[in-house]
């Protein structure tokens, strides 16, 4: 009972400390294919010095580069040349005009020279896909949640296979109870959102912060383990909400802002 407790006091906090009504942030996720580590790396750069202060320029506050490589993601090579860009904006119109005003800033067109100048054969990245997403409103804004040097961050993207499983697996983490027992159990959340435009859809994605990888291991063992957990999986009204799951660790950049 005493546990219950907890996870139901997280819920409210979540559902009502910021407000029933508390402004959603818009988010943009960006993910970028390079040819090499070392492509990747000037990428980061460039992102670093000049991405991040313009966006800041235009009032996204909030705005996280990060890398990974099979160490960081348990083995998995298959993201070692993206880097991912995340960023946070007060509504929908900031978040879709942001590459246009980019575009018109003339002091980040000059601080990213690197990109701008490089040659069509020699691109410092290969593709690009995007995600729109408006933020849960039981997190409704990107939060700022680990700050050592070793912090890890996980993202995962939950694919369902129809519009109102995707509703009913948000539905779990809002209403059910999902994502309060996640903060009870240290997993910090940076963000969770719905997409409205990208790949996979429909779908859910959510990031979480930790302070290093034995911290994430510690608190998804807490998780996994929980009878909180357990009772939600046996609810049949969350049964077959997220067919396909990508998972992806990541590490931030030098001048990342999450």
Same mark, same amino acid.
């Given at each position: 009972?005493?546990?219950?407790? &907890?996870?139901?006091?997280?819920?409210?906090?979540?559902?009502?400390?910021?407000?029933?009504?508390?402004?959603?942030?818009?988010?943009?996720?960006?993910?970028?294919?390079?040819?090499?580590?070392?492509?990747?790396?000037?990428?980061?750069?460039?992102?670093?010095?000049?991405?991040?202060?313009?966006?800041?320029?235009?009032?996204?506050?909030?705005?996280?580069?990060?890398?990974?490589?099979?160490?960081?993601?348990?083995?998995?090579?298959?993201?070692?040349?993206?880097?991912?860009?995340?960023?946070?904006?007060?509504?929908?119109?900031?978040?879709?005009?942001?590459?246009?005003?980019?575009?018109?800033?003339?002091?980040?067109?000059?601080?990213?020279?690197?990109?701008?100048?490089?040659?069509?054969?020699?691109?410092?990245?290969?593709?690009?896909?995007?995600?729109?997403?408006?933020?849960?409103?039981?997190?409704?804004?990107?939060?700022?949640?680990?700050?050592?040097?070793?912090?890890?961050?996980?993202?995962?993207?939950?694919?369902?296979?129809?519009?109102?499983?995707?509703?009913?697996?948000?539905?779990?983490?809002?209403?059910?109870?999902?994502?309060?027992?996640?903060?009870?159990?240290?997993?910090?959340?940076?963000?969770?959102?719905?997409?409205?435009?990208?790949?996979?859809?429909?779908?859910?994605?959510?990031?979480?912060?930790?302070?290093?990888?034995?911290?994430?291991?510690?608190?998804?063992?807490?998780? &996994?383990?929980?009878?909180?957990?357990?009772?939600?999986?046996?609810?049949?009204?969350?049964?077959?909400?997220?067919?396909?799951?990508?998972?992806?660790?990541?590490?931030?950049?030098?001048?990342?802002?999450?």
């Amino acid at each position: 009972m005493k546990r219950l407790a &907890v996870v139901t006091a997280g819920l409210m906090v979540g559902a009502s400390a910021f407000g029933a009504d508390a402004p959603r942030e818009w988010m943009e996720l960006k993910q970028y294919t390079c040819s090499s580590v070392e492509v990747r790396d000037k990428l980061m750069a460039v992102f670093d010095t000049a991405l991040i202060p313009a966006l800041n320029r235009q009032g996204a506050k909030k705005v996280g580069v990060f890398w990974t490589d099979n160490n960081v993601n348990d083995g998995n090579a298959d993201f070692n040349t993206s880097v991912f860009v995340l960023a946070a904006f007060a509504d929908a119109e900031a978040c879709l005009t942001a590459e246009r005003k980019l575009l018109a800033d003339a002091a980040f067109m000059k601080d990213a020279a690197p990109l701008f100048n490089a040659q069509m054969k020699e691109p410092l990245y290969d593709s690009c896909s995007s995600a729109v997403l408006q933020a849960f409103a039981t997190c409704p804004t990107v939060e700022q949640a680990a700050k050592s040097d070793e912090r890890i961050f996980q993202l995962r993207i939950y694919n369902s296979y129809t519009p109102e499983r995707n509703a009913k697996k948000i539905a779990m983490f809002e209403a059910g109870g999902e994502l309060a027992l996640f903060r009870t159990c240290g997993m910090a959340p940076v963000f969770f959102g719905e997409a409205v435009a990208g790949q996979r859809l429909p779908n859910l994605t959510y990031m979480l912060a930790f302070e290093n990888a034995q911290k994430k291991a510690v608190a998804w063992k807490a998780f &996994v383990d929980s009878p909180e957990w357990a009772a939600m999986k046996a609810d049949t009204q969350y049964k077959d909400t997220a067919n396909k799951i990508l998972n992806v660790n990541l590490r931030p950049s030098k001048g990342s802002q999450l």
